[in-house]
């Protein structure tokens, strides 16, 4: 892919290397060339695309959440402190739900204020909620590896998938995962998708009625976290296509597990969010850049 002279100087400068490889279905996607929109950050993760046309994303260790609006070269300082959050969403009313490595579920208020939903389970502190994706009619289903955890704070034994109930409690629905990182539904939310970050495995469930999860089978696999990356954050599309970060860049697979694409980042990638007025494009974080990919799918 040839590196086009509008893009920004800042991007150029990265010397990042793009690679695309596919299987038969190539043609159905076409990506433009990545650009850096903001840059300078310690460890970015967790994008969200607000509906009011802005950028949400989380820096981990400046314990902030910025803001980022098309049109500025420059983000903004949105929450701080912010519980060193990691995944951002929103609920069905739009109200914004983080996954904090500070041991909590949390959402914001208006006022921007934190309130925490879930901080234990079973009277035992959670490790660091790492990511989280929230069905339409509320239930929040959230990974807890133990990445943001000290060994003399940490007080479970495993690294777990779990959900937040209506009522507030919460249900470990796996625990086989080593350390469980990117979750996400299928367009139709009859399947839900979670990844490790240590083996590179994605683990599709079926996804019941009444929230239940049964019949975990290995879905694909990206290989195991190195220097380059690993499965981290994961979203799918409207067609049922899985994008998850891995070792070397971004991996995309069709519904039945088949890898499509892989679009290689010399620098290693985090998470991603649909964004743009069109929801065409890929907002893409790394550990100091945060990118922008459009996809035409």
């Not at 990545?34 to 509906?51: A, D, K, L, N, R």
């Not at 109200?95 to 006022?111: C, D, K, M, P, Y």
């Not at 190195?226 to 995309?252: C, E, N, Q």
Request: charged share 20%; glycine share 10%; hydrophobic share 35%.
């Amino acid at each position: 892919m040839k590196t086009s002279r509008n893009l920004p100087i800042l991007y150029t400068c990265l010397l990042t290397t793009i690679l695309l490889t596919a299987c038969a279905d190539y043609t159905e996607l076409e990506f433009g060339e990545p650009e850096v929109i903001s840059s300078g950050f310690q460890f970015t993760e967790g994008p969200y695309w607000h509906p009011d046309g802005f950028l949400l994303f989380s820096d981990i260790p400046a314990n902030s959440i910025y803001r980022w609006t098309p049109g500025s070269d420059q983000s903004e300082v949105y929450i701080e402190p912010s519980g060193n959050s990691n995944g951002i969403t929103a609920m069905p009313d739009g109200s914004l739900v983080l996954a904090q490595h500070a041991g909590r579920i949390s959402t914001v208020t208006e006022n921007l204020e934190l309130v925490p939903i879930a901080e234990e389970y079973n009277g035992s502190r959670l490790n660091s909620p790492n990511d989280l994706a929230v069905r339409s009619d509320g239930l929040i289903y959230f990974t807890d590896p133990s990445f943001g955890v000290s060994p003399e704070d940490q007080e479970l034994e495993f690294n777990g998938v779990y959900r937040l109930e209506f009522d507030g409690s919460l249900s470990l629905i796996y625990d086989e995962l080593a350390m469980p990182n990117g979750i996400a539904f299928s367009p139709d939310e009859s399947q839900l998708y979670a990844n490790d970050s240590q083996t590179g495995q994605i683990i599709r469930f079926d996804v019941l009625e009444n929230g239940d999860v049964e019949n975990p089978v290995e879905f694909a696999n990206v290989g195991a976290s190195g220097g380059t990356g690993a499965a981290d954050g994961m979203k799918t599309d409207s067609a049922g296509r899985v994008y998850t970060t891995g070792p070397g860049g971004l991996f995309i697979f069709n519904e039945n597990g088949e890898q499509s694409y892989h679009i290689e980042f010399e620098n290693r990638i985090t998470n991603m969010a649909w964004g743009g007025e069109n929801k065409n494009e890929l907002y893409i974080t790394s550990p100091s850049d945060i990118y922008r990919l459009s996809v035409n799918r």
